[in-house]
């Protein structure tokens, strides 16, 4: 079955940053484009980035552009997000997201926390 597991989440002082990654399994990697995801305490889910299949094209959320990087290693079969000058609105816990013709999967998801 189709395995998605993230990894990288901790605790981070404002400012600082961490590498997120996603190891997939079970499905043709190359196939899916990517993303990730992110739902704060009490808050709905939200998008934070997408890759595409081959990785030539990304997309980012308004509120992470210039500062987050979303990257993948098809070779691999590994999603990541670097994470820089983290604030505490990043708080949350960061979902990986696999996606291609109507078939969607979710990993369980890393926690992420920023102190002030």
């Known amino acids: 079955q189709v395995q998605l597991v993230e990894s990288g989440g901790g605790l981070v002082q404002a400012g600082g940053s961490l590498r997120l990654s996603c190891a997939a399994s079970?499905?043709?990697?190359?196939?899916?484009?990517m993303g990730w995801f992110r739902q704060a305490p009490g808050k709905e889910r939200e998008f934070v980035a997408s890759?595409?299949?081959?990785?030539?094209?990304?997309s980012y959320a308004d509120s992470v552009k210039g500062r987050f990087t979303i990257s993948r290693d098809n070779a691999k079969n590994a999603v990541y997000l670097q994470m820089n000058s983290l604030q505490p609105e990043d708080t949350g816990v960061y979902y990986c997201?696999?996606?291609?013709?109507?078939?969607?999967?979710w990993g369980q998801g890393t926690q992420v926390t920023v102190s002030s």
């Open positions: 997201t696999a996606g291609a013709s109507g078939n969607a999967y």
């Open positions: 079970g499905l043709t990697f190359s196939s899916y484009n």
């Open positions: 890759i595409s299949r081959s990785g030539s094209s990304t």
